[in-house]
């Protein structure tokens, strides 16, 4: 199957500081990526849809300028948690598609922790 | 939006067979399994797209009913290593839902030896 990395896999900051988590498709061109939070014992919630040369699409409750995304490359997107605090505590999971196909492939998941 | 799964756990012993089911209240243009272990990110295990496919992974197999907007997971012959916890996810087939997976509460499911 198709390899999606992510980076870094745990990052603990202070809560004010900003946090960027990047996601990339090893080995297969991504035009969309999605990116999901996943709070301890729950679901998956999709945040958004990450486009390349585009601007992001976000779902409803979702602040656009607090989680904002980047997809610069076709392999390449970044998800930066701005002004983070403890209540972003997650588990951060980004998701790519290949071209003209259906099924999606997970990275390993960032856990970001805020003090 | 979120589909629905059941049973929300279920204890096996090795080698006994479990159904995980998976509805949705709209249709569908595709259902995608999961399974996730503690601690990790969720593993691509099959996709059924609308048409009414069944799938099959080893001894873990899928079925999509269309009319219903269901979907159920067998698992058959159960090993420990199928023990985690399995999603569903569901893309709506509709033009502005492309990609997009709504997520089930997942089953938590427990193998022993």
């Known amino acids: 199957g198709a390899v999606v990395s992510q980076h870094p896999s745990r990052v603990i900051c202070k809560s004010g500081t900003s946090v960027k988590i990047e996601c990339r498709s090893l080995?297969?061109?991504?035009?969309?990526m999605f990116w999901y939070r996943q709070f301890p014992k729950q679901s998956l919630m999709l945040m958004a849809t990450s486009n390349e040369g585009s601007k992001a699409t976000y779902e409803q409750g979702v602040e656009k300028d607090k989680f904002l995304i980047n997809h610069a490359s076709l392999t390449l997107s970044t998800l930066t948690v701005t002004s983070a605090h403890p209540e972003d505590s997650s588990f951060y999971i980004c998701?790519?598609?290949?071209?003209?196909?259906?099924?999606?492939?997970f990275g390993p998941g960032t856990r970001l922790t805020v003090l | 939006q979120q589909p629905v799964q059941s049973p929300q756990a279920v204890i096996l012993r090795e080698g006994e067979d479990a159904v995980i089911n998976c509805s949705s209240s709209?249709?569908?243009?595709?259902v995608h399994w999961y399974r996730q272990k503690h601690g990790e990110a969720p593993v691509f295990l099959m996709i059924?797209?609308?048409?009414?496919e069944q799938k099959g992974h080893e001894k873990i197999s899928a079925s999509f009913n269309e009319k219903k907007q269901q979907s159920s997971l067998y698992l058959t012959a159960s090993q420990l290593s199928y023990s985690g916890t399995y999603f569903c996810g569901t893309e709506l087939a509709q033009g502005d839902s492309w990609g997009k997976l709504q997520f089930g509460a997942g089953t938590q499911v427990v193998v022993t030896p």
């Open positions: 709209k249709a569908l243009y595709s």
């Open positions: 059924l797209l609308k048409g009414g």
């Open positions: 998701s790519a598609r290949i071209q003209g196909a259906d099924t999606q492939y």
């Open positions: 080995d297969f061109q991504a035009t969309t």
